[in-house]
C-alpha cells in the first residue's frame, strides 16, 4: 500500500469510526453476579432530547438511592441505558440486549414506547415509567379495553392531558380545531379531547393530523394550517406537535394576526424548550400542569434538590415520573419477594396509594397509566413573569 | 392557489440552494458532500450561539456563513482530497463525506445539546400581503430572492469569466486542464468554499423558521439532496430549478392531498423524474431545447 492510499484509508477509518462512536451511549454500574440489571431505553436526542434526558437522570436518582438503601432483594442495581434515536428498530434491538443480558424490567421508553409495549406483551416482561406518555400506547384499543399488560406507566397521559384541554375548550371556545401527529401520542391527545366532546354531543371542526421532524422538532409548512384553521371558523387550537413546531406555529400564527386561543399538550410546559422559542409570542398559551407540582410536598422539592445538584439542570415532571416508577419497581420486587416477571406483573396490579412524587400511585389489571385529567390545573404563559400560572 | 404557490416558491428556495451547494461541488469535482446540510446546520448553530451570547445579529449571521464556508474547505481537505489523491476514480468519497456528517452533527450535539435554540428572528416576524389574502413573511421574501441571485450570478461566473470557464474545463477533464496549466486543486477548494457559504446562506435563512438543532443537517441534507436529483445534477442553476419545483410541489400536496403528503410526496416525484428524465428535469429540458437549436451555448455543460 503507498503512503497516499494509506493516508486515505486511514481517513476514511477514522472518520466512520469516529461517526460511529458519535450516539451518546450507555452508563452504569460494572456487571457482576450480585446486581440486578435495570435497562433504560430514552430518546436522549433529537426534538425530545430532553425528555429522554430527564427520564434517564430521573431513574438514576432513584437507583442511586435504592443502592444506597441495600438494593432490591439484597442486591445493588445497575440501571444501564441508551439511546434509541426515536427509532423503533434500535428501540426492538436494545429490548432485545436487555432481555438477553437478564434486565429485570425496562424503563421507558417515551419516544418509541409502541415499540417497547408491543415488545413487552410479547415477551411477558415488565416495562415501567415514562411509556411513551402512557394513552393510546398502554391502551392500545381504547381506555375501556384492558391495557398492555406488562406497561406500567407513571408518565404524563395523554387521555388526561387531552381530557382537560378538551374540558376547557369546551367551556370556553365556541369551536376547536386540533392540530396532531398520526403516532399513538398525538392520537392519544385526540382522543382524550373527541371523547370530552363527544360527551357533551358536540365536535371538533377541523381535525389535521401533521407528520413532524421527531429529529430536530421543526416541521416547515405549518402556515397552510393556519389557514384552514380559520377557514374552518375556529376560534381555539390545539396544537398536539413537539415544543418546536408549537413555537413556531404561535410565532407565525400571531404575526399573521390570528387571535384565536392556543393550547398546547403535556409537553408544552414539561421545561422550557417552548417558551424560550416562542418568546413573547407564547403569552396567553394554554397548557396543564400536575396540581402536585404547583404547590410541592417536601418529598417533591427534595427530590429536585438532589437533581438539581447532580445533573445541574432543573428537573423535569419526566425526571420526577421516572424517579417513582423505579421506586415502585423496588416495593413491588420485595413484596412479590421475586424478580421473576409474571410475579412483578402480579404485584405491580396490586399496588395502591403507593407514596409517588406526585403523590399517591395506584395500579390495577385494568389501570397501567397512574395520572388522571383530576390531577392536572390548566395553566397559561405570562410573558412577564415567564412563568405558567394557574388560570385566573 | 397564490398562497400554496408562494409557500411552495419559499421552501423551495432553501431546497434550490442546499441543491446548489451540493452542484457547485459537483460540478468541479464529481463529488457529492453528502455533508453539506450539515453545513446548513453548523452555521444555524454558530449564528443562534453567537447571537445568544448577546452579539449583533449581523455579526451572528456573517458568522454563520463563515464557519459554514470554512467547514466546506475543511471537508476538502480531511474528508475528500486525500481519498481523490489516492484513486480519483474511487467512491470513498461517499463514505467519507458521511463520516464527516456524522461527525459534525455529533460535535454540534455535544457542544449544543439535543434541544433546540433560539435563532433571531431577523425579518421571520415582518409579513408581507398579497392579493387575496396570501402573505409571505420578509424572510421567505428575502430567501426567494437570495435563490435566485445565487443562481444567476453563478451561472454568470461560469459563462462569462475565465474562472468559470476553466471550471468547465475542470468538470470535463480535470486530467486535461491540469495538463493546460489549471489548478484543479484550487477550483476544488473554491468549490467546497462555495458550497459552504451557500449551505450557510440558505441556514440563515431557514433558521428564524426551523430554529437551531443539531440534527437540522438530515433533514435539509436529505431534501436538497431530492431537489438535486430533480432539477438534475449537472447544472447548480438547474439544481435550484429543482428546488423551487420541489417545494411548490410539496405545499400543493400538503394543502390539497393531506397534511402529511409532504413526506412522501417528494419521493414520487424523484420516482416520475428520474424514469422520465434520468439526467434532471432542467438538464433534460436543455438537451431537449439544444436538439432543437434552441437555447443551449456550444462548449458549455450545461
Redesign the interface.
Known amino acids: 500500500m503507498n503512503r ?2 494509506f ?3 486511514l ?2 477509518g477514522v ?2 469510526l ?7 451511549s450507555g452508563s452504569g454500574a460494572g456487571a457482576g453476579g450480585d446486581t440486578l440489571l435495570l435497562g433504560g431505553i430514552a430518546g ?4 425530545y ?2 425528555t429522554g ?1 430527564a427520564v434517564v437522570n430521573g431513574t438514576q436518582v432513584a437507583v442511586d438511592e435504592i443502592n444506597a438503601a441495600g438494593g432490591i432483594l439484597g442486591k445493588q442495581v445497575r440501571f444501564e441505558w441508551e439511546d434509541d434515536g426515536a427509532d423503533p428498530t434500535k428501540s426492538s434491538q436494545l429490548f432485545s440486549k436487555y432481555l438477553s443480558d437478564g434486565a429485570i424490567a425496562i424503563a421507558g421508553s417515551p419516544d418509541t414506547g409502541p415499540t417497547t409495549v408491543e415488545l413487552s406483551t410479547k415477551n411477558n416482561f415488565p416495562i415501567i415509567g415514562a411509556v411513551d406518555d402512557c394513552g393510546l400506547t398502554v391502551y392500545t384499543e381504547g381506555p375501556d379495553k384492558p391495557p398492555a399488560p406488562y406497561a406500567f406507566c407513571t408518565s404524563l397521559n395523554t387521555f388526561a392531558y387531552g381530557g382537560i384541554i378538551g374540558q376547557h375548550a369546551l367551556d370556553n371556545c365556541e369551536a376547536l380545531a386540533v392540530l396532531h401527529d ?1 403516532s399513538t401520542y398525538g392520537m392519544g391527545g385526540l382522543y382524550g379531547i373527541q371523547s370530552t366532546y363527544e360527551a357533551t354531543g358536540r365536535k371538533i371542526v377541523l381535525d ?4 413532524e ?1 421527531w ?4 416541521t ?2 405549518l ?3 393556519i ?1 384552514k384553521i380559520n377557514d374552518a371558523g375556529a376560534d381555539c387550537v390545539d396544537v398536539w406537535l413537539t ?2 413546531d408549537q ?2 406555529f404561535i ?2 400564527a400571531r ?2 394576526g390570528a387571535t384565536f386561543t392556543v393550547y398546547g399538550n403535556d409537553e408544552t410546559n414539561a421545561d422550557t ?1 417552548f417558551s ?2 416562542a ?1 413573547d409570542a407564547a403569552d396567553g398559551y394554554v397548557a396543564a400542569e400536575i396540581t402536585t407540582r404547583l404547590n410541592p410536598a417536601q418529598a417533591l422539592l427534595d427530590f429536585r434538590k438532589t437533581y438539581k445538584d447532580k445533573f445541574k439542570v432543573d428537573a423535569t415532571p419526566f425526571a420526577e415520573l421516572s424517579y417513582d416508577a423505579a421506586k415502585v419497581l423496588k416495593d413491588v420486587a420485595e413484596k412479590a419477594k421475586s424478580t421473576e416477571p409474571a410475579k412483578l406483573q402480579a404485584e405491580f396490579n396490586k399496588v395502591t396509594d403507593f407514596p409517588g412524587l406526585f403523590g399517591p400511585l395506584t395500579f390495577t389489571e385494568q389501570r397501567h397509566a397512574t395520572l388522571d385529567a383530576e390531577h392536572l390545573t390548566i395553566v397559561v404563559f405570562d410573558k412577564g413573569s415567564k412563568e405558567w400560572k394557574p388560570e385566573g | 392557489m397564490l ?2 404557490l408562494l ?1 411552495g416558491l419559499a ?1 423551495g428556495a432553501i431546497y434550490g440552494l442546499v441543491a446548489m451547494a451540493f452542484a457547485v461541488v459537483y460540478y468541479v469535482t464529481r463529488v457529492i458532500n453528502f455533508a453539506t446540510g450539515q453545513l446548513l446546520m453548523i452555521g444555524i448553530m454558530v449564528a443562534a450561539a453567537v447571537s445568544a451570547a448577546g452579539l449583533p445579529e449581523p455579526l451572528a449571521l456573517a458568522g454563520g456563513v463563515l464557519v459554514a464556508t470554512l467547514g466546506g474547505v475543511l471537508i476538502y481537505g ?2 475528500v482530497r ?2 481523490l ?3 480519483r476514480f474511487s467512491f ?1 468519497w461517499l ?2 463525506t ?6 459534525i ?2 460535535i454540534a ?1 455535544i457542544i449544543w ?6 435563532f433571531p ?1 431577523l425579518l ?4 408581507m400581503f398579497f392579493p387575496g389574502g396570501a ?1 409571505l ?1 420578509w424572510q421567505q421574501i428575502a430567501a426567494i430572492i437570495v435563490a435566485t441571485g445565487a443562481a444567476v450570478a453563478y451561472e454568470v461566473v461560469r459563462r462569462r469569466t475565465l474562472f468559470g470557464k476553466v471550471g468547465m474545463a475542470i468538470s470535463s477533464d480535470p486530467e486535461m486542464a491540469r495538463v493546460v496549466g489549471a489548478n484543479v486543486t484550487a477550483h476544488s477548494v473554491i468549490a467546497f468554499a462555495l458550497g459552504g457559504l451557500l449551505a450557510g446562506i440558505a441556514g440563515m435563512l ?1 433558521g428564524p ?3 437551531a ?1 443539531p ?2 443537517g ?2 435539509y441534507g436529505i431534501t436538497g439532496f431530492v431537489a438535486l436529483m430533480i432539477g438534475g445534477v449537472e447544472n447548480p442553476i438547474a439544481a435550484v430549478g429543482g428546488g423551487f419545483v420541489l417545494g411548490i410541489l ?2 400543493a400536496a ?2 390539497y392531498i ?3 403528503a ?2 412522501w410526496f417528494p419521493f414520487v416525484i424523484i420516482v416520475v423524474v428520474l424514469l422520465v428524465s434520468p439526467r434532471g428535469l432542467f438538464a433534460s429540458g436543455l438537451r431537449w431545447r439544444r436538439s432543437r437549436g434552441g437555447l443551449a451555448t456550444a462548449g458549455t455543460n450545461s
Open positions: 497516499r492510499r493516508a486515505a484509508t481517513a476514511v472518520l466512520v469516529a461517526g460511529c462512536s458519535g450516539t451518546p436522549t436526542t433529537g426534538a432530547g430532553t434526558q398520526p389535521e393530523s401533521i407528520t421532524n429529529s430536530t422538532g421543526a416547515v409548512g402556515r397552510a394550517e389557514d415544543p418546536q413555537a413556531n410565532s407565525e404575526s399573521l424548550t424560550d422559542l418568546g | 398562497q400554496v409557500s421552501a480531511v474528508a486525500p481519498v489523491a489516492a484513486d470513498a463514505v467519507s458521511l463520516g464527516m456528517a456524522i461527525v452533527q455529533s450535539a445539546g439535543p434541544t433546540s435554540r433560539a428572528a421571520h416576524r415582518d409579513i402573505s413573511s431557514v423558521i426551523t430554529y438543532n440534527y437540522l438530515e433533514t410539496s405545499v400538503n394543502t393531506d397534511s402529511q409532504s413526506d
